[in-house]
């Protein structure tokens, strides 16, 4: 047969394949040209000569031979092809509805199958926009592959780690800059704090920069100017600054006539020149305004050591990132040694790397990808137990299929009928999954960065990258999208090649052809109790460790009380003067209802610790250092112990006349009276500290209670010297309060108005606030790897339903036969279950082993646990079982109800 | 006279109701039925026979003419039956109005 004796109409009510271009072509000329010769034929019959009759034929075609058949050919091309759309889409549509009609069905395998879906795309694309957003995305600059970041590094020497990434000081970059030939621009910024003393007193963060550090990141202000380059030349320069577009809006309601008005900084005026375009908040990411550098005094930037700066270049066209590296560190040598005087040590040398590749802490980069990779494994996970789920459908499916396949369905039509059903599976799992992605984006969005950056070392980064900036944008979505897709595939090819690739006769026969795929099955059943064992261990361990941490005694007594900083800006206030400030500021609060007591410290509890210094005891002989300490040193107030509830434990504390002028007295803590004064008295004896004037020594009149300095290492040795005798600028303000300390936070703030309107207050929390935030990191690990551990869990657990369906789905003929023989229900159920508490027993014994193993690298973030804690381990383990022992109930009461006659009759 | 447009769809399904015919049968009969005042170009009846059956009214398959020639017969499909009464009632119904329009005497 030739192509052309194909009958199109045939073709398309037995839904055969729809024929190519060319056949229909050779159809459409083949009739033009049987039109036109019986068209000859029946004229020549009626008497015409053939020429006559032929040039007859060819008018009435109506057009030449040639522009008709084009024409003909032309629509029939169009023609076919919407027909093979429309068929498509007939074939979709019924894929659709046959899938929907399937799904409903079987509302709980349904169910269960969005739900594990949903749970492991959700968590990738989480972790993916984490991803997308810290590591992968554009810097926000233009350009950014031509941005560099230059630091100094220090090798490594005795005692000393080599450093990466040290900050300059002003005197070795404008050296550096001199010398240098690839950077087109360069600059420097380093992050600052200034306080608003004009209009409403505010602490706010800005960035010290460089003339052209907003040209070298290519940001043009939205409005008025940038500065000019010569800003750059000398220090002592015009007091200018550029205002970010978020602080513009916030402080001035975006007054359009904001430029060329002035506003004062640490009490100098500075005039407004520009304001950033959005969101630009410098490399810090957190600055509100742009300050040059070289508005300050000239012998501030003529500190060889002061090291306090960034530096960032664009590099030259042409200049390639291997060129620019090798030339930094070639300026290494000359520069170090122009600069012979400094402290720094010795070797230092220069460092440039491309901008991009410090966008965020190495060690916040790893634990990202490594999660990434962790989510991804999830996500298989979750793939396979549905492919399972699909299989144990198919299985029961069979004999349906191998019916379709008898009457003739092709193949690829049946593989293509269940494909759909997996889609559609897919994406209602992909649909779910943006809930749990876009509660997961928000949870990793509120991380607050400091902690992390605290957690991870302080190893860099910078600002401009951060947590808060994740979200649910469009490519999450677009990669929620593709993901589904792939996961559809994924976990529904195999079950649908697996359903129609086996023996038409063994499937209509419904014999066991499973034994091969049930062993892999089984396998990773035992596979996933082994892992979500480990993660379980893990999470167990860290939600005991924070539970510890929360039953630590703290050594006070943060109920209410509230907290809050007020910073007497440079130049401020006189020194001598603080006394008697903070005497009538400590008054006036006092005086607000609600308030019980008022004390003063400059260093608050479970901060990290304070500034430390070294103590030594002056009734020893000199060159004796044995009983000497390291440690920390508090301005604080009398009335600070009382406030915070900490016991005195000898002696007494501070009194009114400790004052200035007055003999300088100490209280130190039991474990300085330990360390310091084993078996004697520490009372009467003095003691010097490094700090706050005390180095002649001062009296110690008083021993208090160990109050801890952060939360997972016991209290060190802590010296408290009274305010009055060493006045400081930034002091903690703590209120007693009788009730909620929230409920004074209002009536404080206007005390502290009236008495102090020009110093700003910020930082204002309740004590228990503050210790919160230090259990923050463990609590952050805990959720985490709890999250994990219920995933893994709830994945094993439908693993485990799965093949125990599968399981008995294949055995109703075994099972009938038992029952058939007198087996009773009891006795079948506990055949099932006992099976699944095997496969379980074998994962959960390779899961200890992986656990005992892999719980060890927690071991620095546990606090007085050891990784091995056998009540954790009992714990979880009663958890795996009773999880198991569910998961394989159902199928056991379903074999257990199997009906003999049914099952036999079923062969 | 050129043909209404649409017209020709009606007239070819109308040609169908009798018997399957193949292109040159459909014109011959319309040309003989109208007493040679219904010329139908043979570019436009093809498009039209291709026309209609995109739209499943008719189904094409090949055959043999009594002259042992192949040809492609066309068949009026169930649908096209439905669609063939409905369409020519409505022409009918609409060159009735034109006629008693065009028709009308002044009164």
């Known amino acids: 047969m030739t192509p052309s004796d194909r009958r199109p109409g045939l073709r398309r009510l037995f839904r055969l394949p729809p024929g190519t271009d060319a056949a229909v072509d050779a159809d459409i000329d083949e009739e033009l040209e049987s039109l036109i010769a019986a068209r000859v034929e029946h004229l020549v019959s009626l008497g015409m000569t053939p020429d006559a009759a032929r040039a007859e034929a060819a008018r009435r075609l109506g057009a030449s031979l040639d522009t008709v058949r084009e024409q003909l050919h032309h629509s029939a091309h169009r023609r076919e092809r919407r027909m093979r759309l429309d068929e498509h889409l007939d074939n979709l549509l019924h894929d659709l509805r046959y899938a929907a009609r399937g799904l409903r069905r079987r509302p709980a395998f349904t169910a269960i199958a969005v739900l594990t879906l949903a749970i492991g795309i959700g968590a990738t694309t989480s972790i993916f926009s984490a991803v997308n957003v810290l590591l992968i995305r554009q810097l926000p600059y233009a350009k950014p592959d031509e941005l560099m970041k230059v630091s100094l590094t220090l090798p490594a020497a005795p005692g000393r780690n080599a450093r990466e990434d040290l900050v300059w000081s002003y005197p070795k970059f404008t050296a550096f800059r001199n010398a240098q030939q690839v950077f087109a621009d360069l600059t420097l910024y380093a992050s600052s704090q200034y306080t608003i003393t004009s209009g409403d007193v505010e602490l706010i963060r800005g960035e010290q920069v460089g003339a052209t550090y907003l040209r070298t990141l290519g940001v043009v202000p939205a409005r008025g100017r940038d500065f000019e380059r010569s800003v750059d030349d000398h220090p002592n320069a015009e007091r200018q600054t550029i205002i970010s577009r978020a602080f513009w809006e916030r402080r001035y309601n975006a007054d359009p006539d904001i430029v060329g008005k002035t506003v004062d900084l640490d009490g100098k005026p500075f005039t407004i020149i520009g304001i950033t375009p959005d969101r630009f908040a410098g490399l810090t990411g957190r600055a509100d305004l742009f300050v040059p550098i070289t508005t300050r005094a000239a012998e501030d930037l003529s500190e060889v050591d002061s090291h306090e700066f960034y530096a960032v270049g664009r590099r030259k066209a042409g200049v390639t990132v291997g060129a620019a590296v090798s030339a930094v560190s070639a300026l290494g040598k000359p520069i170090h040694d122009a600069f012979a005087q400094s402290r720094m040590g010795k070797d230092w040398t220069l460092r440039a790397r491309p901008l991009e590749d410090a966008r965020i802490a190495p060690l916040v980069r790893r634990s990202l990808l490594v999660l990434f990779g962790a989510v991804a494994f999830v996500l298989l996970i979750a793939c396979v137990n549905v492919a399972n789920l699909l299989l144990g459908r198919a299985s029961v499916r069979r004999q349906e299929i191998a019916v379709r396949l008898a009457l003739g369905a092709a193949r690829a039509r049946l593989v293509r009928l269940l494909l759909t059903e997996s889609l559609v599976l897919a994406a209602l799992g992909g649909v779910a999954s943006l809930v749990v992605a876009l509660f997961a984006t928000r949870a990793l969005a509120e991380i607050d960065p400091a902690v992390m950056i605290r957690a991870a070392g302080g190893l860099g980064g910078f600002g401009a990258v951060t947590f808060s900036s994740i979200r649910l944008d469009w490519s999450a979505l677009a990669f929620t999208f593709g993901i589904t897709l792939v996961v559809g595939l994924i976990f529904g090819l195999l079950p649908a090649l697996h359903a129609t690739r086996t023996s038409l006769v063994d499937n209509i026969k419904g014999s066991d052809t499973e034994v091969r795929a049930s062993t892999a099955r089984r396998l990773l059943v035992v596979g996933e109790v082994a892992l979500a064992l480990i993660l379980l261990a893990g999470s167990g361990l860290m939600i005991r460790s924070l539970s510890k941490l929360l039953s630590i005694d703290t050594g006070f007594d943060g109920r209410n009380v509230l907290t809050l900083r007020l910073t007497i800006p440079p130049g401020g206030l006189a020194r001598d003067s603080m006394p008697g400030f903070y005497d009538e500021l400590l008054n006036r609060l006092r005086a607000v209802p609600g308030v019980a007591d008022v004390a003063l410290n400059n260093c608050p509890p479970l901060a990290g610790g304070c500034n430390g210094t070294r103590f030594e005891r002056l009734d020893r002989p000199e060159g004796d250092p044995s009983r000497d300490a390291n440690g920390g040193v508090h301005w604080a107030t009398s009335t600070w112990f009382a406030a915070l509830g900490v016991p005195l434990k000898q002696g007494r504390t501070f009194a009114a006349n400790d004052r200035l002028g007055a003999p300088k007295v100490m209280v130190i803590n039991e474990t300085a009276a330990r360390t310091m004064f084993p078996n004697e008295s520490p009372l009467g004896k003095r003691i010097s500290v490094g700090q706050g004037g005390f180095s002649d020594g001062g009296e110690v009149i008083g021993v208090v209670g160990n109050v801890r300095q952060s939360i997972d290492s016991a209290a060190k040795v802590e010296v408290y010297i009274p305010y009055l005798q060493a006045p400081r600028p930034g002091m903690m303000i703590f209120l007693r309060t009788q009730h909620d300390p929230i409920s004074v936070t209002a009536d404080v703030r206007r005390a502290l108005h009236e008495v102090a309107p020009r110093y700003p207050v910020y930082d204002i929390q309740p004590m228990t606030a503050r210790a919160a935030a230090a259990t923050a990191q463990t609590r952050f690990n805990a959720i985490l790897l709890g999250l994990f551990a219920a995933t893994a869990l709830s994945l094993a657990v439908i693993g485990i339903y799965g093949v125990m369906s599968l399981a008995v789905a294949a055995r109703t003929r075994e099972l009938g036969i038992r029952i058939a023989l007198g087996a009773d229900q009891r006795r079948v159920r506990r055949l099932i279950v006992g099976e699944g508490a095997a496969l379980v027993g074998i994962g959960a014994a390779i899961g200890l082993g992986g656990a005992l193993a892999s719980t060890r690298v927690l071991q620095k973030l546990l606090f007085d646990l050891e990784p091995s804690d056998p009540i954790t381990y009992a714990s979880i383990l009663v958890l795996l079982s009773a999880a198991a022992i569910v998961a394989s109930w159902l199928p056991a009461r379903r074999a257990s109800r199997v009906d003999p006659v049914v099952a036999l009759r079923s062969e | ?107």
Request: proline fraction near 2%; aromatic fraction near 8%; charged fraction near 30%.
């Open chain 2, 1 to 107: 006279m050129a043909l209404l447009k649409g017209t020709l769809d009606v007239l070819v399904l109308k040609t169908l109701s009798w018997t399957p015919m193949h292109a040159f049968e459909i014109t011959s009969w319309l040309e003989s039925r109208s007493t040679g005042r219904i010329l139908v170009d043979d570019a436009a009846l093809l498009q039209a026979l291709h026309r209609l059956e995109e739209r499943k009214l008719i189904v094409a398959e090949w055959g043999v003419t009594k002259n042992a020639r192949r040809a492609r017969y066309y068949r009026l499909t169930p649908a096209g039956r439905n669609h063939f009464r409905a369409e020519s009632e409505r022409l009918v119904d609409h060159f009735d109005a034109l006629t008693s329009v065009l028709e009308s005497k002044r009164s």
